[in-house]
């Protein structure tokens, strides 16, 4: 930490320069839509461009690739803006890319009217992530979808196949009633 006056050396000051800008739209159109459509029906609007991504997806710049039949398959191209203070990729942003795959495969397969809500997640660290390691995939997909619960798994691979990240979530299932 910098002290107040305390001046800059010149790496610091190039550091100083290091910027990210992004917007995002209004959470609650999304949140409206999810308890009016289907599962699949949300995401193929979310892919269409007819419903905004979550604001949590451009926070971190992760994108949806495919979120179909109880399969959610995301992308993330590690950069310093994810890191932590020891320099790799911070495992909350790891963590957040595998509960987000485990979600949406759920989801996907729930009807109109019904959503979820993660009880809890299990990540296994496997390998550093850093902004060298190159475009990783998240695939989650759904191991059991009950009446009332769910359980899904997500596998964080690199380009070379390798495996950087797993995790096991449960999630709980709210029906409408009737």
């Not at 971190?60 to 690739?65: D, T, W």
């Not at 979600?103 to 993660?118: F, I, K, N, R, W």
């Not at 390691?133 to 191991?143: H, M, P, Q, S």
């Not at 964080?156 to 299932?173: E, F, H, P, R, V």
């Amino acid at each position: 930490m910098q002290e107040s006056g305390q001046q800059l050396d010149g790496q610091a000051l190039q550091d100083a320069g290091r910027q990210r800008a992004y917007s995002w739209e209004d959470p609650a159109i999304t949140a409206a839509a999810a308890r009016q459509l289907s599962g699949q029906e949300f995401f193929d609007a979310m892919t269409r461009g007819t419903l905004p991504r979550p604001p949590v997806a451009e926070t971190l710049g992760f994108v949806p690739v495919s979120v179909r039949d109880g399969v959610a398959i995301f992308e993330l191209v590690p950069a310093e803006f994810h890191y932590n203070p020891i320099g790799s990729v911070h495992g909350g942003v790891i963590s957040t890319l595998c509960d987000s795959a485990c979600g949406c495969a759920v989801h996907s397969l729930l009807p109109a009217g019904a959503y979820y809500t993660s009880l809890d997640l299990s990540v296994k660290f496997l390998r550093p992530v850093t902004a060298t390691t190159g475009a990783l995939t998240c695939e989650g997909t759904v191991t059991h979808l009950g009446s009332r619960s769910a359980l899904a798994q997500a596998r964080l691979t690199g380009a070379d196949g390798k495996l950087y990240a797993q995790a096991t979530s449960s999630c709980m299932i709210f029906r409408p009633a009737g």
